[in-house]
């Protein structure tokens, strides 16, 4: 038996806010959503039909890295030219980053990228496999990913 990722499932505090972080920020599709009463959802993907994530308006606070549950959610991008795109268009939303620019996953690691928070705080990361040779480690000991 092998397993793959289908999606991921986000609770969030209000999905207009998400909506317009994920979809306008972010860039996916969204591919349904439901407004009906309490009942307020979005399931987004990335330009195809293919379900990336959904949103789930149903959190009362936000998110908590010391609780158990969700470390941090990756995106893969295609090159670190795209990373840098995001990181532009992340900074004119007026997003808060975990790190200052682009970072390497550890020290002397190629792959890296950008970290950051959405709108209730959930951590957030996008990286490419190779091109962060150059990029610093902001910890010497430890995974990038795995303290912000």
Known sequence: MS???GHTGLN??????????????LGLTVLAEGKEDDRRYAFLGDGGDQLLLTLWQQARGSYDRGRAGLHHLAFTAETMDRVR???TALRAAGVEFAHDGVVAHR???????????????TRLEISVPHGAEEAPAPHASAPTCGFF
């Open 3 to 5: 397993l793959s990722t």
């Open 12 to 25: 969030v505090t209000d999905l207009d806010r998400s909506l317009a972080f994920y979809r306008d920020v």
């Open 85 to 87: 795109e995001y990181e």
């Open 107 to 121: 020290e002397g690691a190629s792959s890296g990228g950008i970290f950051f928070h959405d709108p209730d705080g």
